[in-house]
């Protein structure tokens, strides 16, 4: 009942005229962004994030979670009228929102998938709201040995849980750990790693830089590559007939909604998983439970439902961590972190006491950008068809400007618009190698508070290094954490158990 | 893609050195009522990103003796990207010279009349809009002055409109 409270007084701060015009125009970029293939949330939040500075810090972070939001509405977009996932998250969206828009039914798919983000992002809003304040309440009794603990976990489960190479993973990890470990070192104040003593390395390398380089410039050089092929953009009208006939639709897929989204808000907590994994396995799900599962990859409207409610559950899944403990569940809610620590605005338990009017307000706020989504998103088709036939030259030009201004604009220093062109470069090889990035930008915003709370730790327990184990909570992270780090060894041992019994029974 | 792996993992290794000399600058090891020093976190991480960077290495030696080699660039792919990160370098290159302003018009101009094939028109709306939105957005709404080089003088006129 509490909770409910809090909520109706987020209400009075979102629903603000102001605040109001901050989604709409947030839900009406992120569609955009998510439509375009290649760009997904992260990018949309990495390159936009500079330009946040126009407007207040609580108002800044409702327009990023805006632009989160409507991304994740906006990647079907172009699975279905192109083929190519906007996004990765949309991928499981191709899989029947093609076929269906070849059948002539993209409108019908387009609904589907509006209408399906719509309910996954309204069960998750709820499950967020409930699970916020106790969450929270846990996080209050936790010190530094459990922070370490959590963020140990936080990395751990990329290792074991990431479909990646484990030795790729790791490289990435540490990549990231040690990049933010560059400038002056939090407890002695002395300065490390300046690399060719470069006076621009005191203060840092910001995630911002790391980020803007890897999802901007990286992507643009990406897609370059990818976007040789002709792509035909397949046509799609919107009448009142057929949002009728879909709605009537959609009411008989309710199970698969509701599984979709309760898949996707669990698994999209997870750092390692998120919303790719969990639409992927919502589709899955949905595809064994059906009576008719042939007929899925062939234009089944539930094959469209089930991940569309499963990634937009899991990218407000993947909030919850983020807000309630201080750790990100996936790499646009680690930059939306690092945006609330530059404006001053901690995420964790901290914050729901000392900033209730704030917290209440962003949560408040995914309700009324949930619901601007779906209005915008069927609103806005035939602007989308329009804007998916831009030549990717011109979205990548117009990119690449973003990016070196932007990255220009926050610390005004030459040196950091350099650092983003090496990562660029950089980021471009590695993702082409099948390195991850998500670990990578996890690791440059976790790595400072990792290295305070593991020295806090041992300073406070004279050095006793056990300390981390034997506190209840913190033992228990542990424990999790060297189980997730330990299974890609489990999983090997069984594999070549595996390989090796024929043989020998032969 | 092998080939692709051994190097990058040399790379990677070589960079987990150089980033291990670099850290050993401050005390690595126990100090004592200290706990860690502040070199431990950084040096022992890339102790870790060292072995993590072989282990790639060994998997890519052991695998190119299985597999075939599957190239990892593209002919066509090497010179779009190349070109384009050539004129990403330049363009910020000539930022802190001739200025933002300079290097936007050249960077647009390249990029979607040469690189792109666009139509002038389109050439021309693009290039000429989008510094003078830059110009709106940053200096005169966010108050964030772009480095304008040797172009700044031309800038004063505008800085008494709209300072």
């Not at chain 1, 916020?132 to 849980?161: R, S």
């Not at chain 2, 003796?65 to 004129?87: C, G, H, L, R, Y």
Request: proline share 6%; hydrophobic share 55%.
């Amino acid at each position: 009942m509490e909770t409910l409270g809090l909520l109706l007084d987020g209400f009075s701060t979102s629903l603000s005229l102001f605040n109001i015009m901050i989604v709409v125009a947030g839900v009406t970029a992120g569609l955009f962004i998510g439509a375009m293939p290649g760009l997904g949330s992260v990018n949309g939040v990495a390159i936009v994030l500079p330009l946040t500075f126009l407007v207040p810090p609580e108002s800044a972070i409702i327009l990023l979670a805006a632009i989160y939001y409507g991304a994740m509405y906006g990647g079907a977009v172009s699975s279905i009228l192109l083929g190519i996932p906007g996004a990765s998250t949309a991928v499981a969206t191709t899989f029947d929102g093609r076929p269906m828009a070849q059948q002539g039914k993209a409108g019908l798919a387009l609904i589907t998938s509006a209408v399906a983000s719509f309910v996954g992002g309204t069960v998750s809003v709820i499950l967020f709201t409930v699970f916020a304040v106790p969450l929270a309440d846990v996080a209050l009794a936790f010190g530094p040995a459990e922070e370490f603990a959590l963020v140990l976990l936080a990395f751990t489960t990329f290792v074991g849980l990431g479909n990646d190479n484990v030795y790729k993973t790791m490289v990435m990890i540490m990549l990231g750990l040690v990049l933010s470990t560059v400038g002056l070192d939090l407890i002695s104040g002395q300065p490390r790693l300046i690399f060719f003593d470069l006076p621009g390395f005191y203060s840092g390398i910001s995630f911002l830089v790391l980020a803007i380089g890897v999802y901007g410039v990286g992507e643009v050089l990406y897609t370059i590559e990818t976007s040789n092929k002709n792509t035909e953009v397949t046509n799609a009208r919107i009448t009142f007939a057929e949002l009728g006939a879909g709605l009537r639709e959609l009411v008989k897929l309710w199970k698969t909604m509701t599984l979709g989204s309760l898949i996707g808000f669990f698994v999209g907590m997870l750092p390692a998983a998120g919303a790719t994994p969990a639409s992927l396995m919502a589709y899955g799900m949905a595809k064994s439970s059906s009576k008719k599962p042939e007929s899925f990859g062939k234009g089944n409207i539930e094959g469209v439902a089930a991940p569309e409610t499963a990634n937009n559950a899991a990218s407000t899944g993947s909030l919850l961590p983020m807000l309630t403990l201080g750790i990100p569940g996936s790499p646009t809610t680690a930059l939306l972190l690092g945006g609330m620590v530059i404006w001053g605005l901690v995420p964790g338990p901290m914050l729901f006491i000392e900033q209730p009017d704030f917290v209440w307000g962003l949560i408040s706020s995914l309700y009324t950008a949930n619901f601007a989504s779906v209005i915008i998103n069927i609103a806005l088709i035939p602007l989308f068809v329009w804007a998916l036939r831009m030549p990717t030259t011109v979205l990548c030009a117009l990119v690449l400007v973003l990016c070196i201004i932007g990255g220009f604009a926050p610390s005004q220093k030459m040196h950091d618009v350099w650092l983003i062109v090496a990562f660029g470069g950089a980021g471009y090889i590695l993702r082409k190698a099948d390195y991850p990035l998500a670990p990578l930008v996890l690791a440059i915003v976790l790595g400072p508070l990792m290295e305070k709370s593991f020295r806090q730790t041992l300073i406070a327990e004279q050095g006793n290094i056990f300390a981390f184990f034997e506190r209840p909570l913190s033992g228990t992270f542990m424990c999790l954490a060297l189980l997730f780090f330990l299974l890609p060894l489990i999983k090997y041992a069984r594999q070549s158990r595996l390989k090796h019994t024929p043989i020998t029974s032969s | 893609m092998h080939r692709a792996d051994k190097n990058i993992s040399l790379v990677l290794m070589g960079l987990a050195i150089y980033f291990m000399w670099h850290a050993k600058e401050l005390p690595i090891g126990w100090v004592p009522s200290d706990g860690p020093g502040g070199g431990a976190f950084p040096f022992w991480l890339s102790v870790i990103l060292f072995f993590s960077a072989l282990g790639v290495f060994l998997s890519a030696l052991r695998a190119s003796k299985q597999k075939a080699n599957i190239p990892f660039f593209e002919p066509e792919t090497v010179s779009s990207v190349t070109k384009v990160s050539i004129a990403i370098f330049v363009t910020v290159a000539i930022m802190a010279t001739l200025g933002t302003y300079v290097a936007l018009l050249l960077f647009l101009f390249w990029y979607l009349r040469i690189f792109g094939k666009h139509s002038l028109k389109l050439t021309a709306i693009i290039t000429l809009i989008t510094p003078v939105f830059v110009f709106f957005f940053f200096e005169v709404t966010l108050k964030i002055l772009l480095p304008k080089g040797i172009t700044e003088p031309l800038f004063f006129p505008l800085y008494n409109l709209f300072f």
